[in-house]
């Protein structure tokens, strides 16, 4: 048995409709004496019913400011902009650690509260590697949104799908094009290659060894790219802006999984803000003209895959929560780029 609580709150922004725990493994937590709140949210592709017969009990949206302290807060995006002073421990994606817009003041709360930030961006084995991701679905939805638009198929707003229904309009899709996939190899790499696949392209893969002495001629050659490169150190920039005004520039659609737009690790520093789902395509280059996809929540478009996958990864992670080392070094992380900051806990 154990006595931890755990927390799944609503997510704020409208676009978002995926979940980090699913009811089937809602129900194994619960089932291993875990208890479960569960936040009704109107967007969230599972009814908050089925989290109720997996034995969880419901609250108001946002009621998580005022839950016990002991309790676990688990979401995917940014938080709301209020309480000011966070006491919980967090469970999400907090983009806060490689410099990006707004990771201060983020932390900042956290330190006025006395809470803690357990980023799933960084709960990694004892070798690095990411033990829970969305990768696989944002690789396949950057490249599936790419071909679309460079073939005149993408419709806009972008709205929820299936990976049946995305298939069906690749597949009927036309037009020959040319496409590169950096970061071929990784998780988002793999899903990019696999919707490029379903619409008969055959991309160019590069991994480490091309991006190290990178052949921008070449890059430039291609008529669509697919960025899946996470980076945590900054490298050399893939495109400048320099590239991009060369008159004899083929590449006319990019499509950025990795986004890490206002970071100092971001590869693809020729744009300063995402694009949306009301407005997924941006024009960057008139002539010749060159689009740009740049969207941070590209698995909600497939909210109940991405949902299922994420949280089957996650689920041994939660029933080791309180002697897991995974969880040690996220928090290990968090107090270690605050402290780098000169934030001290309440």
């Known amino acids: 048995m154990t006595d931890l609580h755990l927390w799944l709150r609503h997510e704020t922004r409208t676009t978002e409709r995926r979940t980090p725990i699913v009811p089937s493994d809602a129900r194994r937590l ?3 004496g875990v208890r479960i709140t569960v936040e009704e949210s109107p967007q969230r592709i599972f009814p908050v019913e089925a989290y109720e017969e997996a034995g969880c ?28 002073e966070l006491t ?17 003041a983020l ?26 991701a969305f990768g696989f679905w944002a690789g ?50 793999r899903g990019a290659r696999t919707a490029l696949d379903e619409a ?33 150190s900054p490298v050399p920039p893939f495109l400048t802006d320099k590239d991009l005004d060369g008159p004899d520039r083929r590449l ?24 949306e789902w009301d407005h997924p395509v941006r024009r960057l280059r008139e002539q010749p003209p060159l689009d740009l996809i740049a969207i941070d929540n590209l698995p909600s478009l497939l909210p109940r895959e991405a949902s299922t996958d994420f949280s089957a ?23 270690r780029v605050s402290g780098e900051l000169g934030l001290t806990e309440r």
Request: glycine share 10%; aromatic share 6%; with cysteine.
């Open 88 to 104: 919980h421990r967090h469970i999400f994606f907090g983009h806060a650690y490689k410099g990006q817009p707004g990771a201060q």
């Open 313 to 335: 990864a996650l689920l041994p992670q939660l029933l080791d929560f309180e002697t897991s080392g995974a969880w040690g070094r996220c928090l290990d992380r968090f107090r």
């Open 140 to 189: 396949y939805l950057g490249a599936a949104l790419a071909v679309l638009h460079h073939r005149g198929a993408l419709r806009a707003p972008l709205v929820p799908t299936t990976k049946e229904e995305m298939e069906a309009e690749l597949r009927a899709s036309e037009g020959d094009l040319t496409a590169l996939v950096i970061g071929a190899l990784g998780r988002s790499g």
């Open 30 to 32: 619960v089932a291993s």
């Open 252 to 275: 006319r659609t990019l499509s950025d999984v990795t986004v890490d737009v206002g970071s100092p690790m971001n590869v693809l520093p020729v744009y300063d803000t995402t694009t």
């Open 57 to 84: 009990q419901v609250a108001d949206p946002g009621s998580w400011v005022s839950a016990s302290a002991r309790a676990v807060i688990v979401g995917l995006k940014e938080l709301p902009d209020a309480p000011a």
């Open 200 to 232: 008969g392209v055959e991309p160019t893969c590069w991994d480490l060894p091309e991006t190290r002495d990178l052949d921008r001629p070449a890059l430039l050659a291609h008529d669509l790219m697919v960025n899946t490169v996470l980076t945590t």
């Open 107 to 132: 932390l900042r709360r956290f330190a006025a509260g006395g809470g803690a930030l357990l980023d799933l961006e960084y709960l990694v084995d004892d070798q690095g590697r990411r033990l829970a």
